[in-house]
């Protein structure tokens, strides 16, 4: 059984600080990595994705790969009220499938 | 931009009933999924379908059972619908070959 592991939360961070939002898993060959934020009530949106050892930018927000740690994480930057939400962090090894952690709570304190 | 629509929001439906969820795309996806979402639980795959009359079960299908006869149509079915089926599900579709997943709104459905 493939897993992905995410602290549950809430992380709570002051507005303008870092987030960062952790997640494990345990098939060695996942290939892609994903993030989804989901606000409250409403439907996941994918936010990043990493398939390669190092860091990827976008904006505020830099997705990290560590394929030997089976580690990958998400930091906010300048974090905004808008940012709290569960980020979602999701796994693909095969079939085109993925397979999702059940979420980190973070919310943005003013 | 890719968009993906669920025939409703929220739906209520009692015990016994058969329940009809229906989930379309618009960007000639080949890949589509049906998940439910459970407080605690995540994100669970319940069936998937790569191509048109093509239907794979995913990791909770008891209970469920899917339809895809037109490639931007992908129905999931309750054949009698329990208290436990009580949920969010969501349908998500992606390219084929590609794991990017793009998701619908989302249906809360009821059952009492």
């Known amino acids: 059984q493939k897993e992905v592991e995410q602290n549950s939360g809430p992380l709570s961070v002051p507005e303008g600080a870092i987030a960062s939002l952790n997640c494990t898993y345990s098939?060695?060959?996942?290939?892609?990595f994903f993030w989804y934020r989901q606000y409250s009530g409403k439907s996941p949106e994918l936010i990043m994705f990493?398939?390669?050892?190092g860091d990827k930018e976008d904006g505020r927000f830099t997705a990290q790969l560590n394929k030997a740690s089976q580690y990958v994480s998400l930091l906010i930057r300048d974090s905004q009220p808008s940012d709290s939400a569960t980020y979602l962090c999701?796994?693909?090894?095969?079939?085109?499938?993925?397979?999702f952690g059940t979420g980190t709570q973070l919310k943005v304190e003013l | 931009d890719v968009k993906v629509t669920q025939s409703s929001r929220y739906l209520v439906k009692r015990t016994g009933e058969k329940v009809f969820l229906e989930c379309v795309q618009d960007m000639d996806h080949e890949n589509m999924f049906w998940y439910r979402q459970d407080p605690g639980l995540g994100l669970r795959l319940i069936y998937f379908?790569?191509?048109?009359?093509?239907?794979e079960k995913g990791d909770i299908p008891e209970g469920y059972s899917v339809s895809r006869e037109k490639k931007e149509r992908f129905s999931l079915i309750l054949e009698s619908a329990s208290t436990n089926q009580t949920s969010m599900y969501l349908c998500?579709?992606?390219?084929?070959?590609?794991?990017?997943?793009?998701f619908g709104p989302g249906t809360r459905l009821t059952v009492t």
């Open positions: 990493i398939y390669s050892n």
């Open positions: 379908s790569y191509d048109v009359k093509m239907k």
């Open positions: 999701a796994v693909g090894g095969g079939g085109n499938k993925l397979t």
């Open positions: 998500a579709s992606s390219v084929q070959g590609s794991y990017e997943q793009y």
């Open positions: 098939d060695r060959g996942s290939q892609s």
